[in-house]
């Protein structure tokens, strides 16, 4: 569930009387900068945010008079800021092609939260942050596949959702013998009709994305055919499934794990349920290439599998820290959990609470390194913070705001993560082997060990 930050009043000054006047310049510029320092203002007063990804504070905080005018002091004070009235004026009436303010004012923002020189917070103007909603939402309109960038460049299919468009369509002209659908390592080279090669992999999937019921047409090239395949795709409303379970032989259960949504920890307890009524007696849990998501969802999930005590550490700025714990009922099956560099944020708090209490063993790669926590702010239409639904906004920040540490207070060293228990290298850009026992050497290195432990050897 997704609830909403603090909303903040960017409006005018006020009227005489109220409050110090303001001087002409502080006016004219503050009616310039208010707007573009928007972002600076949820820094500002976010030391009451509680969240991570999507989970956002409940209650609204409104920006009292008193601090929008400390803040435009504080503004006009600065050095810095006659510096930034010249350039904004000067590409306003130097550039060869007039712009409007409205654009100028757009980028201003952007930089504002660039500004941080940190890769996980963002501005989003209103196209991104539709297209970043759907990403953290799992429910879009499209034809159920998952694409990513290509080792040696382009856009590549990496996952078909069972029973989705993408992975029971034919290409036109196959044969009895042909595989049904996109394929892992499928390249794409156009979306109806328009050459794609050149473009980014959000790009691309903006175009496949469109209104349930229409058609959408991909080609792609594919390893042992001679020319490209085209798809003529039927789009629809597609869930993204977040848990993907089944047996292995010898009464070992596989769950793979995507992201943690809000309704993953309901599916994870199914398939758990699912597994143990087919006599599971040790569990691989799979988390390579989960990019994390929602803080609450893996906590709930954690609390399944460990037994009692911390699950992670999370220390804001202001607030110090928080901590969430898990109750006396643990999995108790034998557990390996395999892990990449694809492996980040959540996926990283489950991988390393399971490793401090030692209820499993990691086997893979290191994984991401990402130890921070990210808290989303939707804009309103005059650019005040968490006012609305959010499926009603239209710009968005989302800005980092706490690191966390490991049940046994360890940091999460930013590109070195989490060493695995047990180094297995494997070039997963072969999307193809990923999850068959017998090509994926590092699943078939967890099926030994898990295999192992519930042998009762080593």
Do not use: C
């Not at 429910?139 to 468009?165: A, L, M, R």
């Not at 070992?252 to 949504?261: E, P």
């Not at 309103?380 to 540490?405: N, S």
């Amino acid at each position: 569930m997704t609830s909403f930050g603090h909303s903040f009043d960017t409006g005018p000054a006020g009227r005489q009387g109220d409050r110090p006047v303001l001087t002409l310049r502080q006016a004219l510029a503050g009616a310039l900068v208010l707007v573009v320092l928007t972002a600076v203002v949820t820094l500002a007063v976010s030391d009451r945010v509680e969240g991570f990804w999507l989970r956002l504070f409940p209650q609204s905080v409104a920006l009292t008079d008193a601090e929008k005018q400390q803040l435009l002091d504080e503004l006009v004070r600065s050095p810095n800021f006659d510096r930034f009235l010249t350039v904004f004026q000067l590409v306003r009436n130097q550039y060869v092609d007039p712009l409007p303010v409205d654009q100028l004012l757009e980028g201003a923002t952007r930089g504002v939260v660039e500004a941080t020189g940190d890769p996980f917070s963002a501005y989003f103007d209103p196209q991104e942050f539709r297209e970043f909603q759907i990403d953290v939402s799992g429910h879009y309109s499209g034809i159920g596949v998952v694409v990513s960038e290509g080792k040696d460049g382009g856009v590549v299919v990496q996952t078909p959702f069972e029973g989705s468009p993408g992975a029971t369509t034919p290409f036109e002209g196959a044969g009895p013998d042909d595989p049904v659908g996109l394929r892992p390592g499928d390249v794409i080279i156009s979306v109806d009709g328009q050459d794609v090669t050149g473009e980014s992999v959000e790009a691309v999937a903006r175009r496949i994305r469109g209104p349930e019921g229409t058609q959408v047409t991909l080609e792609v090239l594919r390893e042992g055919y001679d020319k490209p395949l085209k798809f003529v795709l039927t789009r629809r409303n597609i869930d993204v499934p977040s848990v993907q379970a089944h047996m292995l032989d010898g009464k070992i259960g596989y769950i793979h794990l995507t992201q943690f949504l809000p309704d993953t920890p309901d599916d994870f307890d199914a398939a758990l349920d699912e597994l143990r009524r087919q006599g599971m007696q040790g569990l691989i849990l799979d988390l390579r290439n989960n990019p994390g998501g929602e803080l609450q969802a893996v906590v709930r999930i954690a609390d399944r599998l460990l037994p009692r005590g911390p699950i992670v550490h999370i220390e804001y700025r202001h607030r110090g820290r928080e901590t969430h714990s898990s109750d006396a009922a643990a999995l108790g099956l034998p557990l390996a959990v395999l892990v990449n560099q694809g492996s980040a944020s959540a996926s990283e708090i489950l991988a390393g609470a399971i490793q401090d209490y030692g209820v499993g063993v990691l086997v893979g790669e290191h994984t991401f390194g990402k130890g921070t926590v990210q808290t989303v702010w939707p804009l309103d239409g005059k650019g005040r913070a968490g006012l609305g639904r959010q499926e009603e906004a239209g710009a968005g920040v989302k800005l980092t705001v706490a690191r966390y540490l490991t049940p046994k207070e360890r940091p999460i060293v930013t590109g070195k993560g989490i060493e695995p228990d047990v180094h297995v290298p494997f070039d997963l850009e072969d999307l193809k082997e990923m999850g068959d026992l017998r090509r994926d050497p590092q699943l078939r290195a967890a099926y030994q060990r898990v295999e192992q432990m519930v042998a009762g050897g080593a």
